[in-house]
């Protein structure tokens, strides 16, 4: 366990950033982990970067619930969404070779990223149907309000795929689920932040406890542990910074750095 210790300030810097960004911080973490064990195998890897991203949104959602920024009903909605998606995913995860797992999650980073940069400014208009939208109203701590709306079938629709793409690659998914909401359900970007962390949280979860059922977390249980330790510590960081940087800047920032990583997977593949 004492080899492992370093990956604690790790695990600091990933919870602090995914949290802050709402993405869980698996897609900084993935990446990291298949540079430093390129002989482990793809479930391994996933298998732990999903049970850090785990105790990474849990934490985040706690710090976020303090500050009134969780739509709990759209949250625990998208959250049961996402399981059937997690559970198969995480079933395939095994199946998939190093070479094809590293090219998936690279062009799944630059295409978010492109999205992010290219799309437009403000919430595409899916044009529903009046009587099917929800309409939502949250408040937060320090009293702003937000009214806002969007379809349930488009929220459910996505949420299946994200749970089904952030369990297999072990990213949380967050990536996809932040623009989903912002860009397509009208979310307000702290709002969508916030409420993203409880999505990730369960289906991290169910994603976590098919790959300790399957036996692919065994291998990574230690590096699990440290990572932990420094997820929980950065995630009220990440939380707390949030109030202090404009939206639009949290969407610039995660779309920075998906392209980075993004191109580095896909760089590095042979």
Known sequence: MWSYLWLVP???AVGAYG????????????PILLLLYP?????????????????????????YARMGRV?????LLFSAATIPGAVLGALTTGTLPRHAFEVMLGLLMLGTSVVLIIGPASPVSLRPRAHALVVRRVMEADGAAHTFSY????????????????????????????PVLTKLLNFP?????????????????????????????HRGMRRTVA???????GAPLGAWLSSRIRGQWIVRALAI??????LRLLIGVE
């Open 151 to 178: 379809d349930p079938v488009v929220g459910v629709s996505m949420s299946l795929l994200v749970g089904y793409f952030s369990s297999a690659l072990g990213i949380g998914g967050g990536i996809i689920h932040v």
């Open 227 to 233: 990572l932990t330790i420094g997820v929980l510590l």
């Open 189 to 217: 970007v702290h709002i969508a932040t916030a409420t993203s962390q409880l999505t990730l949280a369960v289906m991290a979860l169910a994603g976590s406890l098919v790959h300790v059922a399957t036996g692919a977390f």
């Open 39 to 63: 002989e482990e195998r793809p479930e391994t890897i996933a298998s732990i970067s999903l049970a850090a991203v785990f105790f990474n949104a849990l934490a985040g959602s706690l710090a």
């Open 10 to 12: 790790l695990g600091f």
């Open 71 to 75: 739509d709990y009903r759209s949250g």
């Open 257 to 262: 750095a998906l392209a980075i990583v993004g």
């Open 19 to 30: 949290t802050l960004i709402g993405a869980g911080g698996g897609f900084v973490l993935v």
